[in-house]
């Protein structure tokens, strides 16, 4: 679970991300500090480091729909949420195509 000073550098990241600034670590210490947040020094730029690259809007579409089971940058935060159920279905899924695939030969686990 993300400390709230770890959420505090999630929160300004996407407050830069809103604003379409680009996230920098230098940007992500400037919230902090305008909002009197202490962080570990590497916590900013590791976040931005993470989130390079990263179409932060698209990822959070994808979360907020359910769609997506982003497992990259952000946050790990997310990750918990709904992380246990998405395993479980797709091992479901897997099960099924299995299944499929079985009955196509011809014969299955009881024939």
Known sequence: MASQRELAVIYAALILQDEDVAITGDKI???????????????????????????????ISNLSSGVGSAGAAAPAAAAPAGGAA????????????KEESDDDMGFGLFD
């Open 29 to 59: 210490q400037a919230i902090l500090t305008a909002a009197g947040v202490e962080v570990e020094p590497f916590w900013p730029g590791l976040y931005a480091k993470a989130l390079e690259g990263v179409d932060v809007k698209s990822l």
């Open 86 to 97: 998405a395993p479980a279905a797709a091992e479901k899924k897997k099960e099924e195509v």
